[in-house]
């Protein structure tokens, strides 16, 4: 059993308030020498799949917190739900945390400006406390919540003191000498892209932030519902920013009067960003409705007469300085990193455990963590791109995240080959049954798969999400659904397939050099998807030596060799293009015809005995062996010979089932990164190939791709993967 001071559980992807209060907590903490574990959970709130926010996996990174196995046994002194709706609904598998201590840290307040309930904090408070075995304290965030509980007869039990979000004030502090503008009143605000932070009516909004040449209005947070709400164009003494991480201490600075005004409907529960702008010594301007939480740290005043008072301040410097010190001084004494400490001296004591800093980041910040697995399922391609997509990935997962494949590609054996488990599942082109009938037996062998194999986590490589897959996904909840979704798709195609989108968690996009040409169904549907780098199978340092791959191959050490990749040949004719190739290259001496053989390809390859068929796989850890390329411009090969930086003819495949490659080359030739023909044009083919065989113009095209970076989104999507495996869901009720 583990033992920590403070164990925080939270959905931990918040990309706000919340995940920035857990983050300021976890420095105090560890300030002052508590140890703090995070059990992150999938809560009902965030629909879509957003990631862990990155400064609080950076924070773990530097030791300051541990990752913890959902599943494991853990002893605190102090649990903390960070936000009330996190525990909505029981956890689809029981929390082993035994705590003497209990708190829900509500952020959110049960009802808006309207008296509209946002959650039922009975039910909420009842599953909580059986979730954590025992009653449980609620901690409003700020005097704004505990006023609605204090107003409703069966409450839960309330901690005597709000527990305050806390801020370190020294990354925001700004020594204030002058005004930012000496001659305007320089008033601003930031905030996420929320119509509901803004108040709720043109008007109303011009009101407190003027169209007026005594004022610059400076706004982070903008957005097309601030064009909506105010109008196009903007006014001409507005500076609107989109809303970034990181940006906000810079953008503060150049701020001197914060006024923060925002709809009715919106009850704020603390106002992190008010916060913010004390810290960093601007003059706050609120309504009055704030002053019990901000005390002197702030002035109040109704909203027709909020840009008024900053008016007035700012033409008495004196009295703006001492507005601006008294502001700062309430963000370090009341919010700073000593309250959070003092809180937690006064729950728990000394620390059970003196914390080492960077203790953690020998397993990268995870404590004692289970093992996990992850079921891979690829559909049958006309060529090896899904099953490599898979290996990618499957090759980056952490020693104790297995993957487990199951897939309907003849290439089976690849899989075997790198030491993986896989299943074999029969494709209905090859089953001979019809449709209908080949999706209950698909529904039946996943059922199987699923209920022996348990695995967390399932990502779905292929085009179409089969209905016995989507059965499958319906009978087991507690699984999280993964779609592997390759971009660049045909225009009008796939819209049965867009549809079965709602089925998955998340879609995981990788990353598409051409994305700019990309005008396929996929473009209009991006609310689940996660944007990743290019995927390849290997990784730079992986490749062969030029001599060293030539040799793996049995080819010439001198010479000009040519890989020739036109895929399995199985749905697209390339026989014209093969014997154009054979005449050219035999026009020009010393040049090596190179012709990997698709494992999957159901017909000989089209070419003479002087062409070289050597038998391997990954061709990408040889791609050093060759001076240029012939390719299909199918996903896989075109960003491996791209960023592997091959000088390379595109012949794209044209057959209308497959990807849009015919765009991915002309984005590719437009950059003068590479050439491109089509296959059923042999004598144009033939003159850029021709024109490729010319050194100098090789250089060319290899010093345009020389500007592309190395990142490969394997790497990410084995982390989003991990991530989620061990992410316990909350998210649905109970069936």
């Known amino acids: ?88 609904h029981a956890p689809m598998a029981p929390l ?103 108040p709720a009516t043109r008007d109303a909004v011009l009101e407190v932030y003027p169209d007026d040449p005594r004022f610059a209005v400076r706004v982070l947070g903008g957005g097309p519902f601030l064009d909506e709400l105010v109008g196009r164009p903007l006014p001409a003494g507005w500076e609107v920013s989109p809303f970034a991480y990181g940006v906000a ?49 702030a002035c109040y005043a109704e909203p027709a007469e909020a840009a008024a008072l900053a008016l007035a301040l700012h033409g008495d410097p004196d009295a703006s300085q001492a507005r601006s010190l008294a502001g700062a001084a309430v963000a370090r004494e009341r919010f700073g990193p000593g309250c959070h400490q003092a809180r937690l001296r006064e729950r728990l004591g000394a620390p059970c455990r003196r914390l080492v800093r960077g203790a953690a980041l020998a397993d990268r910040g995870w404590g004692r963590r289970g093992p996990r697995r992850v079921l891979l399922m690829t559909s049958n391609g006309i060529g090896l791109g899904h099953l490599t997509r898979m290996l990618a990935i499957a090759r980056r997962l952490p020693p104790d995240v297995e993957p487990v494949f199951a897939t309907m590609s003849q290439a089976i054996r690849l899989v075997r080959r790198e030491g993986f488990m896989v299943e074999h599942l029969s494709f209905h082109d090859h089953s001979r049954v019809d449709i209908s009938r080949w999706n209950r037996f698909l529904a039946q062998e996943l059922a199987e798969l699923l209920n022996f194999y348990c695995p967390q986590v399932l990502v779905f490589d292929g085009n179409m999400p089969h209905q016995g897959l989507l059965d499958a996904l319906h009978r087991h909840p507690g699984m999280i659904p993964i779609w592997m979704r390759r971009a660049m798709w045909r225009q009008g195609s796939g819209t049965e397939a867009i549809g079965r989108e709602s089925a998955f968690e998340a879609v995981l996009e990788p990353g598409e050099l051409a994305a700019v040409v990309d005008r396929g169904p996929t473009t209009l549907s991006v609310a689940r998807t996660r944007f990743l780098a290019p995927v390849r199978l290997c990784n730079p340092a992986e490749a062969e030596t030029r001599a060293a791959a030539r040799a793996a191959l049995d080819l010439p050490a001198e010479g000009t060799c040519v890989l020739v990749q036109l895929g399995s040949g199985n749905n697209f004719d390339y026989r014209a293009a093969w014997h154009r190739l054979q ?135 084995a982390g989003i993967i991990t991530e989620m495996a061990y992410m316990l869901r909350a998210d649905r009720p109970e069936t």
């Open 583 to 717: 005449t050219v290259a035999k026009d020009h001496s010393g040049v090596t015809l190179v012709a990997v053989r698709s494992p999957i390809a159901e017909q000989p390859l089209p070419v003479g005995p002087e062409v070289r068929q050597p038998s391997v796989y990954p061709i990408a850890r040889y791609l050093n062996a060759f001076d240029l390329a012939v390719s299909a411009a199918g996903y896989n090969m075109f960003h491996e010979l791209v960023l592997g930086r091959v000088p390379t003819l595109f012949v794209p495949n044209e057959h209308p089932m497959m990807d849009d490659q015919g765009a991915r080359a002309r984005w590719a030739v437009r950059r003068g990164m590479a050439l491109h023909a089509h296959a059923g044009d042999p004598y144009g083919l033939g003159r850029r190939f021709a024109e490729l065989l010319v050194p100098e113009n090789r250089a060319t095209l290899a010093r345009a791709m020389s500007i592309l970076g190395p990142v490969n989104g394997a790497d990410q999507a």
């Open 96 to 198: 082993r945390v035994r705590a003497e201590q209990r708190l829900v840290v509500v952020h959110h307040p049960p009802f808006d400006g309207d008296g509209q309930p946002f959650y039922d904090h009975r039910v909420i408070a009842a599953t909580t406390a059986e979730v954590l075995g025992g009653e449980t304290e609620w901690a409003p965030v700020g005097p704004a919540v505990r006023r609605q509980f204090l107003r409703v007869a069966d409450g839960p039990v309330l901690t005597p003191e709000d527990w305050f979000n806390i801020l370190n004030p020294d990354p925001w502090s700004t020594r204030r000498t002058s005004f930012a503008d000496p001659q305007r009143c320089v008033i601003g605000r930031h905030s996420r892209p929320d119509p509901l932070k803004w």
């Open 249 to 297: 201490p810079a953008f503060l600075r150049n701020v001197d009067f914060y006024l923060y005004y925002h709809h009715p409907r919106w009850v704020e529960a603390f106002g992190r960003v008010i916060l913010e702008a004390m810290a960093a010594g601007c003059v706050v301007v609120l309504p009055p409705g704030f002053e019990a939480l901000f005390g002197e740290g």
């Open 1 to 88: 059993m583990s033992t920590y001071d403070v164990v925080i559980l939270a959905d931990l992807r918040f990309p706000g308030g919340t995940s920035t209060a857990i983050l300021e907590e976890i420095r105090a903490s560890a300030a002052a020498g508590y140890r703090t574990a995070l059990i992150p959970f999938k809560g009902p709130v965030l629909r879509y799949p957003h990631p862990v926010h990155p400064e609080l996996a950076a924070a773990v990174d530097q030791g300051l917190a541990d990752f913890v196995d959902p599943l494991s046994d853990i002893h605190c002194g102090l649990i903390l739900v960070h936000h009330p709706q996190l525990i909505t």
